[in-house]
């Protein structure tokens, strides 16, 4: 499905959802894509070979996983990922992926990307390609396709690199993986940060765009601040959430996953990953603050 955001812009939706993503299209003086997350509906019409530019909002694969598809082009990420993009193992680990033997013992972590759709198609060039030279953005660097002009902002939490676009003559905003969908916000990685996330979304939430698209949503939101507040809220009301049931039930990490604070449902091993990594994000930060303590590997609330 695709819809016009301006003359020269163009929003494809993904109609398979994660773990592809949405994509614009920039029909200018220079050709560009923003993400390749492309689904099954494949390019719609865009020859890859004219695309001069790729531009991944950030390094997680269902944003990715098509750059193999636009030989022609520059890739261009935010400077703390460009190595990242070009190395699948690196990917695996900033993923987090090294503590899922921990946290998911006696499941293996393939047949958990098969279930998941992580797994590439062979008919799509890998996109882990160490030799292709992958340029850095830098936070409030303009990219200027000739009419269209985009500034890049650094808005990191959800990943070390995070950036959303802001095209001001069309006071629109993609907003990446400020994803605002219900599963959000998503920062369980190494170097994710709910502290940082919020400040992120706060970020956004100043520049006031009159229309906004996430990577992961289906239509464009008119007045997103709205949305934006209640999406940062939620991850306060997670961390009140772990909060009070810790001081109700001390548990190990395995069985706070089981009270399913931060996901209603866990339809896929991963999930039940990602709720491990995100109640340990929360975790971190109570214990800082003085509010759980750790003992024999059971977290109390205090
Ligand atoms: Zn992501
Ligand atoms: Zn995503």
Known sequence: MREKISDKITLMLTEQGFTYCNWLFIDDDVRAVFE?????????????????LVINSHHHVDHMRGNGLFSNAQIMIHELETEIIKDEQKSRLCNSLDQWIELMPGLDTASANRELGLELSPACPSPFNSERTVLPLKDGQILDFGTV???????????????????????????????????????????????????SIDRIIDLKPSRMVSSHIHEVIEDPIPCLLEFKQRIEKREERIYRYLVQSPSDIHALAEAKLI????????????????????????????????????????
């Open 36 to 52: 390749t997350g492309i689904d099954e509906n494949g390019l719609q019409g865009v020859a890859p070979e004219t695309v001069e």
């Open 149 to 199: 002009k985009a500034e890049v902002l650094h808005t990191p939490g959800h990943s070390a690199g995070h950036c959303c676009f802001w095209f001001p003559e069309e006071d629109f905003l993609f907003s990446s993986d400020i994803c605002l969908t219900k599963a959000g916000p998503w920062y369980g990685e190494h170097l994710s940060d709910p502290a940082e996330m919020m400040r």
């Open 263 to 302: 996901y209603r449902a866990h339809p896929t091993s991963f999930v039940v990953f990602w709720e491990k990594l995100m109640l340990l994000k929360h975790i971190e930060r109570l214990e800082e603050q003085g509010r759980v303590k750790r003992s024999d590997g059971i977290y109390y609330g205090i």
